[in-house]
């Protein structure tokens, strides 16, 4: 089946919404004056104000502050003084990111009415740079947890069917980018946080390198694997936010974006992705992105990596010990203030021996240097499905909620390697389906290279929520 199959009738560009421009479009017109900040920053609002009452993309929204930011900018901006691509557009933080002066909830009753007094580190370089904050997002309590009755906040809906869910902890981030809330956001991946919910809404999720974006000021999960991310609706966008999120960084993660693909060499697990459940139109889905990257001129190599089968399970381990060991006093002290579905997660964690843990990472370890040895000459990129399944619907997750899902996301999770999931189609029921691409450590300019062709090729980035 051809990838143009999946596709409906585009929108004409001259009739895209403010809500819906790319961050590049926006700031190209910023930059010439031919945009205001504060009428993209309304625009955004108006979205927000419209959508929020059944979308709960927010737990707390910052509008009277970032008009001020958007009148400052354009004040900056008439002054001849332009930041860069992020200046006047708005964007919003997942609510672990500490954020001065507004509450930072964690999506728990535990932390409910905290208000730090500093900003994380990705929060400053992106306000440093311009861009303007609407607000702090929903996720799942403390990374961890899953939608249950006795949440403090409501949980984010997928904008595609607000009967499904947006994926996992970063949901609500997902859920703002995808239904143009806002035209960016952060998110964390742990153990997929980042591309889930970015596969789940139709959008461009990134887990860069581990380290390569600093978690200071990020309330962790399991800080050998915590990532922070950039969440937006195409690929060159999601460039541009790591950029800024990277700091004072040598390397142009755009450069590559537009160059020729041929002769790349892209790895696929095929026997692991056949023994890990997936729908057919997932599968379908996938076998044409294959088709696809292969008339673009890359070279697919099918390559069976060892220790794939038992990554899912390795990193649970990790992640559920080392979660343990951050909340054991808040288990002890305010049980009452945190959810069934994170205590249940926890109590794995303290169920769980040291040699439990250190087998587990032994095993990470086995598996960062199976992977450093198969970027190092065999492969430049692997693929896979970036999630098993369609989103499925709410309440299936809350009856489900220690379900396996984003069985593939969790290799990278472990060995480090940036890993992007984009939009791969759509299912029979309208829902996004998702394409995963990795690469060598350090080699996010190659993975926007080859994830930029394979956009270009099928344009489902240009599909938004009704």
């Known amino acids: 089946m051809a990838a143009t199959e999946y596709l409906t009738e585009e929108e004409p560009m001259t009739q895209t919404p403010l809500h819906y421009l790319t961050i590049g479009q926006a700031s190209t017109r910023i930059a010439r004056g031919e945009l205001s900040p504060v009428d993209l920053v309304e625009a955004c609002l108006e979205r927000i104000d419209t959508l929020e009452p059944t979308h709960h993309a927010f737990i707390t929204l910052t509008a009277d502050l970032a008009r001020v930011q958007a009148r400052q900018a354009e004040a ?18 997942k609510d672990l990111f500490l954020t001065k002066g507004i509450r930072t909830t964690a999506h728990s009753r535990l932390l409910q009415d905290w208000v730090p007094d500093e900003d994380a580190v990705a929060v400053e370089l992106l306000r440093q740079a311009g861009a303007i904050s609407l607000g702090k997002t929903s996720c799942h309590e403390f ?3 899953t939608p249950g009755d006795d949440e403090a906040f409501p949980p984010a809906r997928n904008p595609w069917n607000v009967d499904y869910m947006p994926g996992s902890s970063s949901s609500g981030s997902g859920t703002a980018v ?37 978690l200071q000021g990020v309330i962790p999960l399991a ?6 991310g950039p969440m937006t609706r195409n690929v060159a966008d999601n460039a541009l936010l790591l950029q800024v999120l990277c700091g004072s960084q040598p390397d142009d993660f755009s450069a590559r974006i537009g160059q020729p693909v041929q002769g790349l060499r892209v790895g696929v697990p095929a026997s692991f992705i056949a023994a890990v459940e997936h729908t057919p139109e997932v599968v379908q889905a996938f076998n044409v992105a294959q088709d696809v990257l292969r008339a673009l001129g890359m070279h697919l190599i099918e390559i069976d990596p060892p220790g794939l089968a038992s990554s899912f399970e390795t990193g649970n381990l990790i992640i559920a010990y080392e979660a343990h060991q951050y909340h054991a006093a808040n288990l002890l002290h ?3 203030k945190l959810g069934g579905p994170l205590k249940i997660r926890l109590a794995r964690g303290a169920a769980l021996s040291r040699a439990d843990y250190e087998m587990a990472l032994a095993e990470a370890s086995d598996l960062r240097a199976i992977y450093r040895t198969l970027f190092g000459g065999q492969v430049d990129l692997v693929i896979s499905p970036g999630r098993e399944a369609p989103a499925e619907t709410m ?19 472990l060995t480090g390697n940036p890993a992007i999931t984009l939009p791969m ?42």
Request: glycine share 12%.
């Open 223 to 228: 800080p050998s694997m915590d990532h922070v």
């Open 76 to 93: 900056e901006l008439r002054a001849g003084s332009y930041r860069g691509p992020l200046h006047g557009i708005p964007i919003a933080h």
């Open 395 to 413: 309440a299936h997750l809350r009856s489900n909620p220690t379900g396996k899902r984003g069985v593939t996301n969790r290799i990278y999770s």
């Open 143 to 145: 990374a961890f947890g």
């Open 178 to 214: 995808a239904s143009g809330m806002v035209m960016a956001a952060t998110g964390t991946d742990t153990g997929g946080s980042v591309r889930h919910p970015a596969a789940a809404c139709g959008i461009v999720g990134l887990k860069p390198t581990y380290g390569r974006i600093s």
């Open 425 to 466: 189609g759509f299912s029979r029921d309208g829902l996004p389906l998702a394409l995963q691409i990795a690469a060598g450590h350090e080699q996010e300019a190659l993975l926007y290279q080859a994830a930029a062709a394979y956009e270009n090729a099928c344009p489902w980035s240009q599909r938004h929520p009704a």
């Open 334 to 336: 305010s049980p009452e």
